[in-house]
């Protein structure tokens, strides 16, 4: 597992294209969708606002919420980044989506200056990002995993 700071370390170039794909500061859509497990295993998909702060990746869920009971019980989680289509005419020119995967550790009540919850961080064990390469005509897939770095994937 890793934190956004260490996977910045480690892998700053993607770490930079992720967080323009996750990050609202950086221009990114606020809302993003967030993968958890239900009671019985089965999958949950729920909307979700993340930031990065502190070197850490957060996010928070409403009280009471679905999301927060599964990500209490079970702590893994998949988070996407809002998704864009590439530009029809410069393939090239599509800034990417970023995905990462993880464990969300429970770090409190949301700050008091904002709306009542649960604060979580993510400890991270994939970070992912998907785009074109330079010539707009080959899809490139770029990831970091846990004990493995990173790796690029490009296909037509």
Do not use: N, Q, Y
């Amino acid at each position: 597992m890793a934190s956004w700071d260490e996977i910045e370390r480690e892998a700053p170039a993607l770490a930079a294209r992720v967080r323009a794909a996750l990050d609202p500061a950086a221009g990114a859509r606020r809302h993003k969708t967030i993968a958890t497990l239900r009671a019985d295993g089965s999958p949950r998909i729920s909307g979700i606002e993340c930031w990065f702060d502190g070197g850490e990746l957060r996010f928070g869920s409403m009280p009471g919420s679905l999301k927060s009971a599964d990500l209490r019980r079970d702590p893994r989680f998949a988070l996407h980044g809002p998704t864009i289509d590439p530009p029809g005419e410069t393939p090239s020119g599509w800034a990417g989506e970023g995905k990462v995967a993880g464990r969300a550790v429970l770090e409190g009540p949301l700050p008091e200056d904002g709306p009542p919850g649960d604060l979580f961080r993510a400890d991270l064990l994939e970070v992912v990002w998907t785009g074109m390469d330079p010539t707009g005509t080959r899809l490139a897939v770029e990831s970091w995993h846990a004990g493995r770095g990173v790796t690029r994937l490009e296909r037509d």
